[in-house]
């Protein structure tokens, strides 16, 4: 028996982590049986594709094309008329056909994929580390942290986003830890990966490091040696065979999304284009000279749409942003949706609060710290370095973070808390790569002890899961309850009486 199980590990490991991530994630995805947060948005421009009309929006098209093929696949509305969604861009309770409708199809491509995209954490940090117990452990932050998974279980576009974004780095890290050196076809096929990740959100664009990161590999002995013209050589070959396939994939999802808008809504024209409009009308969707107007229309509507939003106000009352600096310490929840009834004299609250699970995001944090730390440590003053491969990938992911980071800060318009779940999944990777390399002597000894204290430490995350669980799944709460878990006054939790 033993035997069996060192020789199936791997694949032990993975159905593991596939029923687990499936029970959290995909179970009861349908319910609240309602709409809440920016589904408003994205169900109304998924429906729009069923329907064939043109609309445009501030976020690539990738996300809600998702959607709508998994409405129109499932068929659960079929029955029902939602002729009102492509009549507005942010469908309200009175839109609804009368009975309501099931939220399942539209849930359904973020939900599945983001608890596949545990499959692809697997994969980083076991080549990352070369430890399969350590990348089973920290794929548990990734399945039981609070905001991940009421985010993915929604028609929102982080958990589609999410799977690609972890499909480009473990793609980027195989090819580094792959024996063989890069190729060109490889540099291209990644940068399909990513430009799917940009076709969901444009925040993606951070994933261009990745590209650096495989070419510093590919060219690290012409980078020691300072021998510019074979980099410059190589740059002349790598860039385009990269960004090239990027762009055509970015551009591949508009042009599907451009030719499905075969009808103008009566609500709203988008402002798009006289000449725009006049192709729509004579049935020339899908020409490729629409495409080019319509592809300018979109890209300005974008921009514009950027402009008008309005910027982060503390002061106003119910706002819901945050300053991008708490965001490592879970502030500002949200509570997306509330419903109430009373027994007894006792008020239960049904509460569907974006929260994060602390124990993640505190953990997180203290691993970029300690990661920071190491690394001016060695650049700063020369402390050595005790693993060289896994400090590199400590500073590929480290750099990710902080990089995100920054070009979230230079950003003024309003920002939410769940903007950080992309930064969120680099530092789980980032953590898991410094236990790694604190513990690398322990570990090499195969240390009971250290596996133990590890295995309490993420028992001890899935306990406070389940603590804010009623927050993600909707559980009822009586006040005294809620109390319980209002742990920190820079949440700003509130209760509903």
């Not at 998924?46 to 959607?67: C, F, N, Q, S, T």
């Not at 106003?316 to 027994?343: F, V």
């Not at 939410?416 to 969120?424: A, E, G, I, N, R």
Request: with cysteine.
């Amino acid at each position: 028996m033993r035997s069996f199980v060192k020789h199936h590990l791997l694949k032990i490991y993975v159905l593991l982590l596939l029923v687990v991530s499936a029970a959290v994630y995909i179970i009861g995805y349908g319910q609240p049986n309602a709409l809440f947060w920016d589904e408003n948005y994205h169900i109304s421009s998924a429906e729009k594709y069923i329907d064939g009309v043109m609309y445009m929006e501030p976020h690539p098209p990738l996300g809600k094309l998702l959607m709508a093929g998994s409405e129109a696949l499932l068929g659960v509305n079929a029955d029902k008329d939602k002729s009102n969604f492509t009549n507005t861009d942010y469908v309200r309770d009175s839109d609804m056909p009368q009975g309501g409708i099931s939220f399942y199809g539209y849930r359904l491509p973020s939900t599945v994929l983001m608890a596949l995209s545990v499959l692809f954490l697997f994969g980083i940090i076991r080549r990352t580390t070369g430890n399969p117990h350590i990348a089973l452990a920290f794929c548990c932050f990734l399945i039981f942290d609070n905001a991940l998974v009421i985010h993915a279980r929604s028609a929102m576009l982080e958990g589609i986003q999410l799977f690609f974004i972890l499909a480009a780095i473990y793609y980027a890290v195989r090819i580094v830890t792959s024996s063989r050196g890069p190729t060109l076809t490889q540099y291209a096929l990644l940068g399909v990966i990513i430009g799917l990740a940009v076709a969901v959100k444009v925040n993606a664009l951070v994933l261009l490091l990745l590209f650096v990161m495989v070419y510093g590999v590919d060219q690290w002995q012409a980078i020691k040696s300072f021998n510019l013209l074979d980099l410059l050589k190589r740059l002349c070959t790598t860039v385009p065979a990269g960004v090239i396939p990027l762009a055509l994939t970015f551009l591949a999802v508009f042009y599907i999304h451009i030719g499905l808008g075969q009808q103008i809504s009566p609500h709203k024209d988008y402002s798009a284009s006289a000449e725009y409009q006049q192709k729509i009308k004579a049935g020339d969707s899908w020409a490729p000279g629409t495409f080019v107007i319509a592809m300018q229309d979109n890209l300005k509507y974008m921009s514009n749409y950027a402009d008008g939003v309005p910027r982060l106000d503390v002061c106003k009352e119910g706002e819901n942003g945050s300053a991008a600096i708490g965001w490592p310490l879970g502030t500002k929840t949200i509570n997306y949706r509330w419903s109430k009834r009373t027994i007894d004299g006792t008020t239960h609250v049904r509460y569907h609060n974006l929260v994060a699970n602390p124990v993640v995001w505190f953990s997180v944090a203290a691993g970029i710290i300690l990661s920071a730390g190491l690394i001016i440590g060695r650049f700063v003053y020369n402390n050595p370095v005790k693993d060289t491969a896994l400090f590199y990938w400590i500073c590929a992911f480290t750099g990710l973070y902080v990089s995100y980071m920054i070009a979230i800060l230079q950003i003024e318009r309003v920002m939410y808390m769940y903007h950080y779940l992309v930064p969120l999944v680099f530092g789980i990777i980032n953590l898991a790569l410094v236990f790694s390399y604190i513990f690398r002597e322990q570990l090499l000894a195969a240390s009971r002890h250290t596996y133990i204290n590890l295995a309490v430490f993420i028992a001890f995350t899935v306990g406070v899961f389940f603590i804010f669980a009623p927050f993600t799944y909707s559980w009822e709460l009586t006040e005294a309850q809620f109390e319980v878990r209002d742990w920190f006054d820079y949440w700003k939790l509130e209760v509903v009486r």
